[in-house]
């Protein structure tokens, strides 16, 4: 039901019909004729005039963005829905390198990796679907989903293996899910800080992931109604994370546990690099929550030993730390660095496997 009314939602469209139906139930109240009536009738009436103009930006804003700023990679077909790939540079006999940024954010956010890695081999970006340039695609989003959407794009786009998957924070569950459907794709894994479902299944309750979910509805339903700022946003990006963020929760990942988590062994000996910060740096909040100086030493154990778990999914895996002073957000602290530890995997595979 839920993701129903999410994939409804998702429609740049909706606001109108929803304003004309919210005008038309105050018009209807008007007739009643009662003195309470007309005046809650005009009320809904004016809010609904407020609510179709509003509409109406929000699709004008829309489409000038769309005019504006064209995809500038390619739109393919992936069963049914299209998602968009920018490949960029030359492969050079070695791997080509895909970017996963965090959350459900589009490829663009890792554009300047990308920029830097294309000058000496082979560098894509993809767009998960509901971001970027890509379109919804269908409801609900998960990361099980994705998972076989992000090869099949790749294909469909020309893209030939083998591949380094780079994925950073919920982005690095994502490409160590492709990593274990389609072994015979990747060539290697860089796992930039991801995110260990343990956190999710067993940590102190995080208020924050619940309101991150409360937070993109809001967004659609602003966007919908074209009451925000700055530019245009479509309304199923949101809806999009909306969704899949459903997974991020005890509830959630009981129901997905089996087809999202990477358990130890899951990638053979395929070569992987874990790049983590050597310590909490940023996360300072979360220990704030502590009840006691003891609570907050347990949980300072816990999220640093979670953080290493990919290590044992591999029996080729090797630990990076990240510079010191970053913290989770490294790949925009510290993207110099990111791009050397990928690069450096790219030309061990290349004299690996010329």
Do not use: K
Request: hydrophobic share 45%.
């Amino acid at each position: 039901m839920a993701n129903s009314l999410l994939a409804l939602l998702s429609r740049d469209w909706l606001g109108v019909p929803v304003a004309l139906v919210v005008a038309g139930a105050g018009g209807g109240l008007v007739g009643v004729g009662a003195a309470w009536a007309v005046a809650l009738g005009g009320l809904a009436m004016a809010v609904g005039v407020l609510l179709a103009a509003g509409a109406v930006r929000h699709l004008v804003l829309v489409a000038r963005e769309g005019r504006e700023n064209p995809p500038p990679g390619r739109l393919v077909d992936v069963g049914g829905h299209r998602m968009h790939v920018l490949a960029e540079g030359e492969a050079g006999g070695g791997p080509t390198v895909v970017w996963m940024p965090g959350g459900h954010a589009p490829g663009e956010e890792f554009r300047e990796l990308h920029t830097m890695l294309s000058a000496r081999g082979r560098s894509v970006l993809v767009d998960r679907p509901g971001t970027g340039w890509s379109d919804v695609g269908p409801f609900p989003r998960t990361t099980a989903a994705e998972a076989e959407e992000l090869p099949a794009a790749l294909e469909r786009a020309g893209e030939r293996a083998p591949f380094v998957f780079v994925g950073h924070s919920f982005g690095g569950l994502l490409v160590a899910n492709v990593a274990r459907r389609r072994p015979d794709l990747v060539a290697g894994l860089v796992l930039l800080d991801p995110t260990p479902l343990e956190v999710i299944a067993f940590a102190p309750p995080n208020r924050q992931l619940a309101a991150m979910r409360r937070g993109f509805l809001l967004t659609a339903v602003r966007h919908l109604f074209g009451a925000h700022r700055g530019p245009a946003g479509r309304v199923g990006q949101a809806c999009a994370a909306a969704s899949i963020f459903a997974e991020l929760s005890p509830s959630g990942l009981a129901r997905v546990g089996w087809e999202t988590v990477v358990y130890d062994g899951d990638l053979g000996d395929l070569p992987l690099v874990l790049v983590i910060p050597r310590d909490l740096t940023g996360g300072e909040t979360v220990l704030a929550g502590a009840r006691s100086t003891a609570e907050a030493e347990r949980m300072s154990r816990f999220y640093l030993r979670s953080r290493v778990r990919y290590l044992a999914a591999s029996t080729a895996s090797r630990l990076v730390y990240t510079p010191a002073g970053t913290g989770h957000d490294f790949p925009h602290e510290a993207p110099e660095f990111v791009v050397g530890v990928v690069g450096d995997l790219v030309r061990e595979l290349r004299v690996i496997s010329p």
